[in-house]
């Protein structure tokens, strides 16, 4: 497997995406587990819907 998903997160370094990304988890309330466990701690179903509001917000982004 990868050891990109086995690094911790940096806080200090993150790119635009990361940013909108650990935003996101926030708004749904696993953004303390993501910090606590990293990424793959994330259920199936928290993943997917972290993934589904990163894209909606793209959308809305490029169209403004």
Do not use: F, H
């Not at 990868?2 to 806080?11: A, E, N, S, V, W």
């Not at 635009?16 to 466990?37: C, F, M, N, R, S």
């Amino acid at each position: 497997m990868g050891k990109k998903k086995d690094k911790p997160i940096d806080l200090e370094n993150l790119t635009p995406e990361e940013k909108l990304k650990l935003e996101i988890a926030d708004e749904i309330g696993v953004y303390q587990k993501v910090i606590d466990g990293g990424w793959r701690c994330l259920s199936a179903k928290e993943s997917g819907r972290i993934g589904g509001l990163m894209t909606k917000k793209k959308r809305e982004m490029s169209k403004s």
